[in-house]
Protein backbone atom coordinates (compact mmCIF):
# COMPACT_ATOMS: atom_id res chain seq x y z
CA UNK A 1 0.00 0.00 0.00
CA UNK A 2 1.33 3.26 -0.74
CA UNK A 3 0.56 4.16 2.85
CA UNK A 4 3.49 1.83 3.93
CA UNK A 5 5.51 3.00 1.42
CA UNK A 6 5.09 7.02 2.59
CA UNK A 7 6.62 5.09 6.23
CA UNK A 8 9.36 3.06 4.75
CA UNK A 9 10.34 6.19 2.50
CA UNK A 10 10.51 9.05 5.40
CA UNK A 11 12.29 6.56 7.42
CA UNK A 12 15.00 6.21 4.54
CA UNK A 13 14.74 9.99 4.18
CA UNK A 14 15.72 10.60 7.54
CA UNK A 15 18.27 7.77 8.23
CA UNK A 16 21.35 9.55 9.28
CA UNK A 17 24.42 9.73 6.24
CA UNK A 18 27.66 11.32 6.72
CA UNK A 19 27.63 14.69 4.49
CA UNK A 20 30.59 16.27 2.79
CA UNK A 21 31.54 18.34 5.69
CA UNK A 22 32.08 14.96 8.02
CA UNK A 23 29.06 15.39 10.11
CA UNK A 24 26.09 13.08 10.22
CA UNK A 25 23.09 14.39 9.33
CA UNK A 26 19.90 13.45 7.79
CA UNK A 27 20.01 11.31 3.87
CA UNK A 28 17.57 14.29 2.91
CA UNK A 29 17.61 17.37 5.63
CA UNK A 30 14.17 18.84 4.83
CA UNK A 31 12.54 15.17 5.13
CA UNK A 32 10.15 16.60 7.88
CA UNK A 33 8.62 19.00 5.28
CA UNK A 34 8.36 15.82 2.51
CA UNK A 35 6.70 13.78 5.19
CA UNK A 36 3.83 16.38 5.43
CA UNK A 37 3.21 16.60 1.82
CA UNK A 38 3.04 12.71 1.31
CA UNK A 39 0.85 12.44 4.15
CA UNK A 40 -1.37 15.75 3.79
CA UNK A 41 -1.97 14.80 -0.08
CA UNK A 42 -0.62 11.58 -1.29
CA UNK A 43 -1.49 9.48 1.90
CA UNK A 44 -4.79 11.17 2.26
CA UNK A 45 -5.85 10.15 -1.18
CA UNK A 46 -3.93 7.71 -2.24
CA UNK A 47 -2.96 5.73 0.56
CA UNK A 48 -5.07 2.91 0.55
CA UNK A 49 -3.79 1.75 -2.92
CA UNK A 50 -1.86 -0.79 -3.80
CA UNK A 51 1.78 1.54 -4.96
CA UNK A 52 1.96 -0.70 -8.41
CA UNK A 53 -2.13 0.50 -9.06
CA UNK A 54 -1.31 3.96 -8.76
CA UNK A 55 -1.62 5.63 -12.59
CA UNK A 56 -0.35 8.81 -13.95
CA UNK A 57 -4.20 10.01 -13.88
CA UNK A 58 -4.54 8.89 -10.29
CA UNK A 59 -1.22 11.47 -9.80
CA UNK A 60 -2.71 14.29 -11.94
CA UNK A 61 -6.21 14.14 -10.92
CA UNK A 62 -4.74 14.43 -7.56
CA UNK A 63 -2.82 17.53 -8.63
CA UNK A 64 -5.57 19.07 -10.04
CA UNK A 65 -7.78 18.67 -6.98
CA UNK A 66 -4.51 20.40 -4.85
CA UNK A 67 -4.96 23.53 -7.06
CA UNK A 68 -8.37 23.92 -7.21
CA UNK A 69 -8.90 23.58 -3.31
CA UNK A 70 -10.62 19.99 -3.23
CA UNK A 71 -7.74 18.96 -0.95
CA UNK A 72 -6.77 21.80 1.22
CA UNK A 73 -6.48 25.52 0.27
CA UNK A 74 -6.25 26.33 -3.58
CA UNK A 75 -2.46 26.26 -4.22
CA UNK A 76 -0.12 25.67 -7.30
CA UNK A 77 2.28 25.63 -4.80
CA UNK A 78 1.12 22.79 -2.45
CA UNK A 79 0.60 21.05 -5.83
CA UNK A 80 4.23 21.29 -7.11
CA UNK A 81 5.27 20.44 -3.29
CA UNK A 82 3.24 17.07 -3.27
CA UNK A 83 3.96 16.47 -6.67
CA UNK A 84 8.28 16.56 -5.99
CA UNK A 85 7.45 14.71 -2.73
CA UNK A 86 5.65 12.08 -4.33
CA UNK A 87 7.50 12.00 -7.34
CA UNK A 88 10.72 11.61 -5.35
CA UNK A 89 9.06 8.60 -3.51
CA UNK A 90 7.50 6.52 -6.69
CA UNK A 91 11.52 7.38 -8.03
CA UNK A 92 12.99 5.30 -4.87
CA UNK A 93 10.10 2.66 -5.07
CA UNK A 94 10.87 2.04 -8.60
CA UNK A 95 14.79 1.40 -8.02
CA UNK A 96 16.26 -2.08 -7.56
CA UNK A 97 15.67 -4.07 -4.85
CA UNK A 98 11.92 -2.62 -3.84
CA UNK A 99 9.06 -4.33 -4.77
CA UNK A 100 6.66 -1.42 -4.68
CA UNK A 101 6.37 -0.43 -8.06
CA UNK A 102 7.82 -1.33 -11.86
CA UNK A 103 7.92 2.14 -12.99
CA UNK A 104 6.84 5.28 -11.91
CA UNK A 105 3.31 7.12 -12.39
CA UNK A 106 4.86 10.76 -12.24
CA UNK A 107 5.59 10.96 -16.04
CA UNK A 108 3.88 13.29 -18.46
CA UNK A 109 1.83 14.70 -15.99
CA UNK A 110 0.11 18.25 -16.78
CA UNK A 111 2.33 21.24 -16.62
CA UNK A 112 1.24 23.18 -13.87
CA UNK A 113 0.41 26.78 -13.96
CA UNK A 114 3.35 29.52 -13.21
CA UNK A 115 3.73 30.70 -9.90
CA UNK A 116 4.91 34.28 -9.27
CA UNK A 117 7.03 36.06 -6.90
CA UNK A 118 5.38 38.21 -4.04
CA UNK A 119 6.50 41.89 -5.11
CA UNK A 120 4.85 43.43 -2.05
CA UNK A 121 7.38 43.90 0.93
CA UNK A 122 6.96 46.04 4.12
CA UNK A 123 8.03 49.41 4.29
CA UNK A 124 10.39 51.26 6.65
CA UNK A 125 7.28 52.50 8.59
CA UNK A 126 5.87 49.42 8.56
CA UNK A 127 8.49 47.28 9.95
CA UNK A 128 8.85 50.04 12.14
CA UNK A 129 5.38 49.59 13.79
CA UNK A 130 5.55 45.64 13.83
CA UNK A 131 8.77 46.10 15.79
CA UNK A 132 7.61 48.29 18.47
CA UNK A 133 3.75 46.84 18.38
CA UNK A 134 5.34 43.85 19.39
CA UNK A 135 6.50 45.01 23.06
CA UNK A 136 3.16 45.50 23.61
CA UNK A 137 1.72 44.03 27.05
CA UNK A 138 -1.63 43.70 25.52
CA UNK A 139 -0.39 41.26 22.44
CA UNK A 140 -2.69 38.21 21.48
CA UNK A 141 0.00 35.75 21.57
CA UNK A 142 2.90 35.32 24.14
CA UNK A 143 6.26 37.03 24.71
CA UNK A 144 8.33 34.39 23.07
CA UNK A 145 6.13 34.12 19.75
CA UNK A 146 6.69 38.10 19.78
CA UNK A 147 10.40 37.52 20.05
CA UNK A 148 10.73 34.69 17.54
CA UNK A 149 9.22 37.08 15.15
CA UNK A 150 11.87 40.03 16.23
CA UNK A 151 14.28 37.44 15.84
CA UNK A 152 12.99 37.02 12.47
CA UNK A 153 12.95 40.55 11.55
CA UNK A 154 16.38 41.18 13.21
CA UNK A 155 17.88 38.22 11.39
CA UNK A 156 16.39 38.12 7.94
CA UNK A 157 16.59 34.09 8.01
CA UNK A 158 13.39 32.18 6.77
CA UNK A 159 10.85 30.82 8.82
CA UNK A 160 11.93 27.48 8.23
CA UNK A 161 15.69 28.10 8.88
CA UNK A 162 14.73 29.58 12.65
CA UNK A 163 12.26 27.11 13.02
CA UNK A 164 14.58 24.53 12.90
CA UNK A 165 16.61 25.91 15.79
CA UNK A 166 16.93 24.35 19.16
CA UNK A 167 15.63 25.85 22.18
CA UNK A 168 19.40 25.04 23.81
CA UNK A 169 20.21 27.94 21.18
CA UNK A 170 18.46 30.36 22.53
CA UNK A 171 19.08 29.98 26.06
CA UNK A 172 22.09 29.99 28.40
CA UNK A 173 24.91 32.68 28.71
CA UNK A 174 25.80 34.55 25.94
CA UNK A 175 29.21 34.83 25.02
CA UNK A 176 30.84 36.78 21.89
CA UNK A 177 34.24 35.92 20.85
CA UNK A 178 36.41 38.79 20.56
Keep these: KVSEMIVEYVDWLKTPI??????LRPRIESWASVEGYLYRFIGARLGSKVASEVTN???AKLQNDIVAGRIGK???????????????MFKWAAEAGRDYVKAS?????????????????????????LWWGLDQPDLPCSRQIALALKFGLVTMLRTKEFLKAAPSEFTGPCTIDA
Design 57 to 59: SDI
Design 74 to 88: PSVSNARHARSAGGG
Design 18 to 23: KKKDGE
Design 105 to 129: PYVNLPKLDPEYERERVLTVDEIST
